[in-house]
């Protein structure tokens, strides 16, 4: 078994210990030492890395007992023999800060309003923590980062006691530990007593800032994410800069940014409505257009025509166009659009003409899908004909209709 000296002191940056092996598997080259002061992956905080004989180390996990120092290269060296280890050490007190904070966080929300933590997860950019609720306002979550934040601001001291289960009843546990013995609980002085393996800073000062970023439900939980230490100062320098940027693409201040926002968004939406009616007259026109080209097949008065790269809103708002202002003509309208074909088929209120059935033998014919009713259907598919070809078809289908 791997003795693990983060346990006793998080803040060793650096360390020297024997080999115990050196073993390859399906993920890589990996090396088990005496002791180690890597942190494995575990209860919701990620693993450290750094070096070892300055090979990197890229993952670190708990096996059997064993930490397993996943490595990029293999190294040269034997059973017994000497290594030098090294923590990436921003990395690792980033961790520290992080965790630190979700326990004053969690203990915030316990403390106020009896809310239990029931998940955590540290990630890359933030942290969560999952709320045995299913509700939560804005003031619950500004009183629980307030009272997290005066705590910071207390700078209150941060232990770690090794206990056993028979000294638990001497702690006001926010939840009993997974194990009965060998227990590691982290106290935060006079706030939070809470059994866990993970890596801690000495002081609730270190954590600097607690900020949480926003909830949503997950099924009866509540998901939280926040963010802690540089990370803070991290996202507002990010959010500061982000904010200068648009001001002066904006010509505004940051308190009339909303109101600039705004009157970009009125402008935008004055102008889509320009432009659609100028679109709409556009369509008429064409629509007129189309209209002095009628064709009579079989008995019937068609207007027909071909496009190439129209949406199928397109399609259709032509076909009804033209049906809505001629009660007895049907449209068929055709369009290949990339590698597609796509068609739109209508009648005017006095035809007596089935259109579904026309459009599904042209649904079939191009291996598409489609829908509709006796009035109006519309379809797309493959591009296995020309446009042309694909309304030839249509015609011939129109000259078999029993009049």
């Known amino acids: 078994m791997t003795k693990k000296l983060y346990y006793d002191d998080p803040y060793i940056k650096s360390f020297s210990t024997k080999c115990k092996m050196k073993v390859q598997d399906e993920e ?14 575990g209860g919701g905080q990620p693993y450290d890395v750094g070096l070892l004989n300055n090979v990197g180390v890229y993952r670190v996990e708990e096996r059997k007992g064993e930490v397993r120092h996943y490595i990029k290269d293999p190294l040269p060296i034997n059973e017994g023999d000497r290594i030098e280890g090294s923590i990436n050490w921003t990395r690792r007190f980033d961790h520290m800060q992080q965790h630190a904070g979700q326990h004053l966080l969690s203990a915030a929300f316990e403390e106020l309003f009896q809310y239990e933590t029931v998940g955590f997860h540290l990630g890359e950019t933030h942290l969560t923590i999952d709320l045995n609720i299913d509700q939560l306002t804005i003031d619950q979550a500004f009183k629980a980062e307030q009272l997290s934040n005066q705590i910071i601001l207390e700078n209150r001291q941060i232990d770690t006691r090794w206990v056993n289960e028979q000294d638990l009843s001497d702690y006001p546990l926010r939840k009993m530990p997974t194990v009965s013995e060998d227990i590691r609980l982290v ?9 866990c393996g993970g890596t801690h800073p000495s ?50 201040s940051e308190e009339t940014m909303v109101e600039a926002v705004e009157r970009l968004q009125q402008k935008e939406k004055n102008l889509e409505k320009s432009l659609e009616s100028e679109k709409e007259k556009v369509m008429e026109a064409e629509v007129q257009g189309l209209m002095k080209n009628k064709m009579n097949v079989n008995g019937h008065s068609l207007i027909c025509t071909v496009y190439k790269g129209r949406s199928m809103q397109d399609l259709q708002k032509i076909t009804r166009m033209i049906v809505e202002n001629n009660e007895y003509v049907i449209a068929f309208v055709v369009c290949e659009y990339e590698k597609q074909l796509r068609f739109v088929l209508g009648r005017g209120k006095n035809v007596e003409v089935n259109v579904k059935e026309i459009g599904n033998h042209l649904i079939k014919h191009i291996n598409g899908k489609g829908g509709g009713n006796e009035a109006f259907i519309q379809g797309g598919g493959e591009k296995v004909v020309l446009g042309e070809e694909l309304l030839e078809f249509g015609l011939v289908l129109f000259k078999q209709l029993k009049n």
């Open 203 to 252: 002081s609730t000062g270190q954590i600097r800032a607690i900020k949480i970023l926003g909830w949503e439900r997950q099924r009866t939980k509540i998901r939280i994410q926040f963010i802690c230490g540089e990370r803070v100062l991290s996202q507002f320098q990010s959010k500061h800069k982000l904010l200068v940027s648009l001001g002066s693409l904006l010509h505004s």
């Open 187 to 195: 106290v935060i002085d006079n706030f939070d007593y809470n059994g």
């Open 28 to 41: 890589g080259w990996f090396v088990v030492l005496e002791e180690t002061a890597f942190y494995p992956t």
